[in-house]
């Protein structure tokens, strides 16, 4: 099907537009990327059941990446805050 083309096409390139965020120290808030990931994993289930097989497999890609970025924004969540512990004499 040529949407299954067009679908898988668009979101290759989302995951590569979210490269530059995965590898800066800007992270998006965790809320947003747990979200966003779970979102999208329901989409590649949804387009699995359709059978646009190539674009269940790139909605996959983009929601590791956003659970990715959510696993970065967690531990830097936790690393601000055993640093403020530590300065904080706690």
């Not at 590898?23 to 590649?44: E, N, Q, R, V, Y």
């Not at 190539?54 to 830097?76: E, N, R, Y």
């Amino acid at each position: 099907m040529w949407q299954d083309i067009v679908f898988s096409l668009g979101q290759v390139l989302f995951v590569v537009a979210l490269l530059p965020s995965v590898f800066s120290k800007d992270k998006p808030a965790l809320s947003s990327s747990l979200m966003t990931g779970c979102i999208l994993a329901t989409f590649g289930i949804t387009y699995a059941s359709m059978g646009l097989y190539w674009s269940a497999g790139t909605a996959a890609a983009i929601a590791a990446t956003w659970f990715v970025l959510a696993v970065q924004k967690f531990l830097m969540n936790q690393k601000a805050t055993v640093s403020k512990d530590t300065f904080s004499g706690q």
